[in-house]
């Protein structure tokens, strides 16, 4: 199978003159790149244009539930690299800022409206940033730039997109048997059974607004590999620098060389957190220097343990789980599911195979909710504007079906290989390429590094 350059900060290709800027989806990343690139050079000019009513929220900070906790601390929270107290200063100019050190875990209903308030300096008559509650359904190149076609008839031309259209989100279970992960779950009968498919971020919570609206009723996970998210707990990260990393070492090794920094750290007193955090910052280079081999066998074999040991929980949501199952409310059971169903007297129920055993058992459910999380094959999931770009051929699913595929400096590309001039994606929606692409630090210093090409480009 063939290579894949390794990572490494090598000169991007020249973007076309660029003044202003139509970029798609005002979610996290769509609003960091907004202001990113208003910030940087006067001469640019942004449209965001996001079909939902809210900007900056997304996926991730829409939540209504303040018990819906941010997994990374304030102090790694600013929406800049180069000026990482932003967001702690926000804060702590606002009431629910109160009391919160740089250590804290706010809520993510909180960062929302950060990400929401970023905008505001920018918006107003005469500024250089237009907002539109649009959809877009269709990007086309043509020859001085871009054209969007957006929902309702209007076209709107630019120099440059950015696709900010974050991941590939399945739409609603066509029988309404299965809630999504991030629907508003309806009032469900106190005691009743709830069975939750996946054990990742979203199962934890949708356990803590169960427990916290009342349920006493069992709730059962299912998830394949039985792995639950780790908790936060004081972390140095280790000193890990390029030169120590075997990059385009077989997958085996990797993790082998993994365990040994965490040994390390436990011998020098720390714990396993440590080495996860100082091997983190080279995720997105380790990624680039593997076979597309060995990225496949990472996603089969070592996805899980890294996600769990990555994406860690605070302390507080890691206790409520603990109680959770302590009081026998919450089991966890190792399996596959395959289907809801309807009994024949009309009642819900959840089929699984447990782990091992070939025979299907059906499980009693009130509600089954889906947290498997974000890895939904992206072109059956595709929304209207990426399905357009794959059926003309202006993008290709990558050959691991993890997203459209985007070169490693952001540029879409096409069925026949040639990369856009003036499509890029970031965020989720450009993970094909950097596989850690979904925190707010990993985003915002691709936003930070495109903001700076797109702007000497101007
Ligand atoms: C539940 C959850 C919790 C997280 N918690 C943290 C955390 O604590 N810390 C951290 O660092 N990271 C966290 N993350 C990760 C990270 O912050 C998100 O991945 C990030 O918000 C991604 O934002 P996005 O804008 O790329 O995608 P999304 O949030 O999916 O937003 C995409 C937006 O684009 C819009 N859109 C899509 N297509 C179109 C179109 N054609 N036209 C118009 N609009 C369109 C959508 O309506 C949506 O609003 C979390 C993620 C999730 C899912």
Redesign the pocket.
């Given at each position: 199978m063939s290579r894949i350059a390794p990572f490494a900060p090598r000169p991007p290709d020249a973007l076309p003159g660029c003044r202003h800027v139509l970029v798609?989806?005002?979610?996290?990343?769509?609003?960091?790149m907004a202001v990113h690139l208003l910030t940087r050079d006067e001469a640019i000019r942004v449209t965001l244009?996001?079909?939902?009513h809210?900007l900056g929220?997304?996926?991730?900070?829409?939540?209504r539930d303040s018990d819906?906790?941010?997994?990374?601390r304030v102090h790694?929270?600013s929406a800049f690299p180069d000026a990482p107290q932003h967001f702690q200063h926000w804060l702590e100019a606002r009431p629910e800022g109160r009391g919160k050190t740089p250590n804290t875990?706010v809520s993510?209903q909180t960062?929302g409206a950060y990400m929401g308030d970023l905008l505001t300096p920018w918006q107003g008559a005469g500024n250089r940033l237009t907002c539109l509650r649009?959809?877009?359904?269709r990007l086309e190149e043509t020859a001085g730039g871009v054209v969007a076609h957006?929902d309702g008839g209007a076209r709107l031309s630019g120099d440059l997109a950015v696709?900010?259209?974050?991941?590939a989100?399945p739409g609603p279970d066509p029988e309404g048997l299965v809630l999504g992960?991030?629907a508003t779950v309806p009032p469900t009968p106190v005691g009743a059974p709830v069975v939750i498919v996946g054990s990742g971020?979203?199962m934890v919570?949708q356990v803590l607004s169960l427990v916290k609206s009342g349920h006493r009723g069992p709730i059962l996970t299912v998830s394949r590999r039985g792995q639950m998210p780790r908790s936060h707990a004081r972390s140095t990260p280790m000193a890990v620098g390029r030169c120590d990393v075997p990059f385009g070492a077989p997958v085996s090794r990797l993790l082998r060389w993994a365990r040994g920094l965490a040994g390390e750290a436990e011998a020098q007193g720390g714990t396993w957190r440590d080495a996860v955090d100082g091997i983190r910052n080279h995720a997105a280079a380790i990624w680039q220097a593997m076979g597309l081999e060995e990225r496949a066998r990472f996603l089969r074999h070592a996805v899980a343990w890294w996600e769990v040991h990555r994406?860690r929980i605070p302390a507080a949501s890691g206790d409520g789980i603990l109680d959770a199952v302590a009081r026998g409310q919450l089991v966890h059971r190792r399996g596959a599911f395959l289907r809801a169903e309807r009994a024949p007297d009309g009642s819900l129920r959840a089929v699984i195979r447990p782990h091992g055993q070939g025979a299907e058992v059906a499980l009693p459910a009130a509600r089954i909710i889906d947290c498997r999380?974000?890895r939904h094959d992206p072109e059956a999931n595709a929304?209207?504007?990426?399905a357009d770009l794959l059926a003309r051929g202006a993008a290709r699913i990558d050959p691991l079906r993890l997203g459209v595929e985007v070169t490693d400096d952001c540029r879409l590309v096409a069925a026949d290989g040639r990369a856009s001039d003036r499509i890029l994606a970031?965020?989720?929606?450009s993970r094909a390429a950097f596989w850690e692409i979904?925190?707010?630090?990993?985003?915002r210093a691709q936003v930070a590094m495109l903001a700076a090409r797109i702007a000497a480009a101007a």
């Open positions: 798609t989806g005002g979610g996290a990343s769509g609003v960091l244009i996001e079909g939902r809210i929220c997304g996926i991730a900070y829409s939540t819906h906790l941010l997994n990374t790694n929270m875990f993510r960062y649009r959809q877009v359904l957006l696709l900010a259209t974050g991941h989100v992960a991030w971020l979203s919570d994406h999380g974000i929304s209207p504007l990426i970031i965020g989720p929606a979904t925190a707010i630090p990993d985003i």
